[in-house]
């Protein structure tokens, strides 16, 4: 798990090694433990490291291999490398490493860009091609792990984090309408290739981008997800897909050991990362499992200690509960702001930054549960999708923070675009490859909801504190298996039915008969004190008016009574304001 950058010249300009020392120092977080350099004709790469895989210095980055005529910078995992590293072995290549590093750039020289349906892992890769100058770039099939650029006449910039791309002043610093739009009606998801910057772009996941040595570029897209049984399916019954989705998450747990530090579990106290605890014991009986709870606030519970104490109980885990008391969370606020890559609104930013805090201390890999809710149809706004009439209008409603009408009433005139993101979800859900609409809501969820908003989040927060995180439930295999169960097995028992069915075999019940939970942090739902003025300053603030994004009136009526304007999703409509301003000025936007 690393941070990465680089740049590709288009002339003979000078190199700009000065600005890759800025961008590897942004990275620090990231990779702690080396960095390193690559500079060579018109191309230079830079890395920060992360030891996790093999804990040597023959996987030290950048990979340059001469004999091969590449050089590489990796941020991610391959789980399974060392299958990979014996098949290569058997055609003749030679390994100096115990990494997964080398297996990337000898995978790319044996395979070409079909070495990407190979890998098992979470990953974004650029490679460079000495004899064609060809920069290769490529991410993993769900976007777990980030991956930046911005391209001109004379240059393509990259890097993990878009903070560190800034460190180029070439660069634009202008606002994208249209990015916007999808951040106010998207639960802050802005869909790939957009950001909130017009000039900087993010490849989307399943994607790779060849770019030549002169500027030409070829996207191309390299993984999907079909929807739907396949004829081997049409006679299982429902015990043969429990049976089958079993040995599945199984396989994909087992995966996500495979380092050589200790991999531990952040544990809510839900289904899904219990279900994980319970997995991971089967692998090895000693675990370390994290919690962490905030203060109640308007009589809003701020933990789910209870829950994830009957587990740590039940699989005897070595238990660290984590209680946050409110100064820390305000402290920590602006902190969790700065390391965004892009503004996130959902509250439990600060809840996972706090937490990969204080399991960062004594564990430097852990597994979480993010994907189970998007994969096994987990939330609220899908069982009403099974007889709707109108499955756009009814994701609409239960999703989007807010209509249409409320966002012209939101936005200056100048920001105004058109029904954007209602465009957006008619168009994908109809796309080719899923015929159910549930099933047309998941796969939306999955490709574009889920990679920039929980996964983001968590990528996010737990690498500026240098802790890597797996998340099973998005290993390719068992996302394409998932896709193939029928939506009915994935809606019984108010959802995620099919998944805890498979729990009641392994955890506890009382976690798994109850409310939905999720990482609670009242005080960013019900805005009080410090933090509510923190969010006028920054709204009614002289920046925030040169700017001129929002409407003064509408802003006034959040402030006036900020409880009463909550999302479908249970947020604030006024933190997500402020946090965009928040996040703009910590950028110097």
């Known amino acids: 798990m690393c941070g990465l950058a680089g740049e590709l010249r288009f002339n003979d300009g000078p190199s700009q090694l000065a600005m890759l020392e800025r961008m590897n120092h942004r990275h620090i977080p990231r990779g702690p433990h080396a960095d390193g350099v690559f500079h060579q004709n018109r191309v230079s790469l830079g890395h920060r490291r992360l030891k996790v895989m093999d804990l040597s210095e023959h996987s030290q980055q950048p990979m340059y291999d001469p004999h091969l005529g590449l050089a590489l910078v990796f941020n991610g995992a391959i789980y399974n490398y060392r299958e990979l590293r014996h098949e290569l072995q058997g055609m003749g290549y030679a390994f100096y490493s115990d990494g997964d590093t080398e297996v990337i750039l000898k995978a ?50 990259f890097a993990s984090t ?27 998801v802005v869909p790939a290739p957009r950001t909130m910057l ?24 390299w993984w999907d997800l079909a929807f739907g049984m396949q004829e081997e399916d049409r006679s ?12 599945e998450l199984r396989g994909a747990v087992a995966r996500r050991n495979v380092a050589a530090v200790d991999v531990g579990i952040l544990l809510s106290g839900g289904v899904d990362s219990s279900l994980l605890t319970a997995l991971l014991h089967e692998v090895k ?30 699989f005897n885990t070595r238990h660290s509960q984590i209680r946050i008391a409110p100064e820390r969370m305000l402290t920590a606020l602006p902190k969790a702001i700065a390391a965004m ?65 409320e966002y012209i009433h939101t936005v200056k005139p100048r920001w105004q675009t058109p029904d954007l993101a209602g465009e957006f979800v008619r168009s994908h859900f109809a796309a080719f490859g899923a015929d159910d609409p549930v099933d047309k809501a998941l796969r939306l969820d999955s490709q574009i909801m889920l990679v920039d908003d929980p996964v983001k989040r968590v990528d996010t927060m737990t690498m500026a504190h240098s802790l890597e995180a797996r998340v099973p439930f998005l290993d390719h295999q068992l996302v394409e298996f998932a896709a193939r169960i029928p939506a009915r097995y ?86 997500q304001l402020g946090l965009l301003e928040l996040w703009l000025q910590e950028q110097g936007i």
């Open 285 to 314: 009986p000693d675990i370390h499992t994290f919690s962490i709870g905030f203060d109640a606030v308007n009589g809003e519970q701020g933990d789910e200690f209870a829950y994830s104490d009957i587990v740590a109980r039940h």
């Open 341 to 405: 890559s892009e503004p996130m609104v959902s509250h439990d930013c600060v809840a996972f930054y706090l937490l990969s805090e204080e399991v960062s201390k004594s564990c430097r890999v852990v597994q979480s549960g993010q994907g189970a809710d998007e994969i096994f149809a987990g939330y609220h706004w899908y069982p009403p999708l099974a007889d709707s009439h109108d499955a756009v209008a009814s994701y609409r409603a239960a999703f989007f923070d807010r209509s249409y009408e």
């Open 162 to 188: 878009l903070p560190a791309l800034l460190e180029d002043p070439r660069v634009s610093r202008e606002l994208d309408a249209e990015a916007l739009h999808f951040y106010l009606h998207f639960h802050s």
């Open 490 to 575: 994935k809606l019984a028992h108010d959802g995620k039915g099919i998944l805890k069915q498979v729990a009641r075999r392994l955890i506890p019940h009382e976690v798994i008969d109850r409310p939905k939970g999720y990482f609670p942090v009242p005080a960013l739902k019900y805005l009080r004190g410090p933090v509510l003025d923190q969010v006028q300053e920054a709204l009614m603030g002289r920046k925030a008016r040169e700017r001129g994004l929002f409407n003064t009136d509408y802003v006034e009526q959040l402030l006036a009574r900020p409880d009463d304007h909550i999302t479908p999703l249970r947020g604030s409509k006024l933190w």
């Open 236 to 247: 299982r019954s429902g015990q043969d897909w429990e049976e089958a989705l079993l040995a």
């Open 198 to 221: 017009r000039q900087v772009k993010k490849l989307e996941p399943g994607h790779w981008l060849r770019v030549t040595a002169d500027g030409r570029s070829c996207k191309q897209q």
């Open 108 to 157: 790319y020289h044996a395979w070409g860009e079909a070495c990407l349906q190979r890998f098992n892992g979470m990953f974004a890769i650029a490679i460079w091609n000495q004899a064609s100058g060809d920069l290769w770039l490529a991410r993993d099939r769900l976007g777990i792990k980030p991956l930046y650029y911005s391209q001109d006449a004379e240059h393509l910039v």
